[in-house]
T-cell receptor, first 113, second 115 residues
Framework: AQSVTQLDSHVSVSEGTPVLLRCNYS??????LFWYVQHPNKGLQLLLK??????LVKGINGFEAEFKKSETSFHLTKPSAHMSDAAEYFC???????????FGTGTSLTVIP | DGGITQSPKYLFRKEGQNVTLSCEQN?????MYWYRQDPGQGLRLIYY???????QKGDIAEGYSVSREKKESFPLTVTSAQKNPTAFYLC??????????????FGPGTRLTVT
């Protein structure tokens, strides 16, 4: 069975400081993993995805994530937070049949000016 | 522009009434999904469809119904049997490949309030 655990429900950072949002996954096969961002009352937007190619994945808006199989982790990072990064972030793993996606409970990122 | 549209953005209904939420995509995707999102929670799968005229129950299908008569459209009906229908509803689509390497695309959501 597949599952995703986002280790922090809320993260606060100061503008210009690094961002780290943590995600651990459980999967019985080699997974595809995704990070999405959701601004208030909006749909989800894909930040980046891992699909068994390079383990360090670069996404939009300066975000990147590293797939670590030994740690079953897929943490999201950004070197310098911007006010516009304040949002909800979701880590997602797909099923091996490709027809279902399993969501973490989300991490709310606050950026302090 | 390719994408997913959901209408309306806000919907208000009286308790006991059925209501249908619209979801249309022009991405030529085979798979479509409906999720429910409640405050402070992640997304919970209501129904999904991998192909026209076929759909499967998700984790919280009770009180909901769907149809998939056209590839582009996947409407969701919230019936009076749904005990707590007030929520934010998100529609998504995906190519639906067996490898699972293709992401989902999401619509802007419909916020349903039932009083």
């Amino acid at each position: 069975a597949q599952s995703v655990t986002q280790l922090d429900s809320h993260v606060s950072v100061s503008e210009g400081t690094p961002v780290l949002l943590r995600c651990n996954y459980s999967s019985s096969y080699s997974p595809s993993l995704f990070w999405y961002v959701q601004h208030p009352n909006k749909g989800l937007q894909l930040l980046l995805k891992y699909t068994s190619a390079a383990t360090l994945v670069k996404g939009i808006n300066g975000f990147e994530a590293e797939f670590k199989k030994s740690e079953t982790s897929f943490h999201l990072t950004k070197p310098s937070a911007h006010m516009s990064d304040a949002a909800e972030y979701f880590c997602v793993v797909s099923s091996n049949t490709g027809n279902q996606f399993y969501f973490g409970t989300g991490t709310s990122l606050t950026v302090i000016p | 522009d390719g994408g997913i549209t959901q209408s309306p953005k806000y919907l208000f209904r009286k308790e006991g009434q059925n209501v249908t939420l619209s979801c249309e995509q022009n991405l030529n995707h085979d798979a479509m999904y409906w999720y429910r999102q409640d405050p402070g929670q992640g997304l919970r799968l209501i129904y999904y469809s991998q192909i026209v005229n076929d759909f499967q129950k998700g984790d919280i299908a009770e009180g909901y119904s769907v149809s998939r008569e056209k590839k582009e459209s996947f409407p969701l009906t919230v019936t009076s049997a749904q005990k707590n229908p007030t929520a934010f509803y998100l529609c998504a689509s995906s190519i639906g490949d067996p490898g699972g390497s293709y992401e989902q695309y999401f619509g802007p959501g419909t916020r349903l309030t039932v009083t």
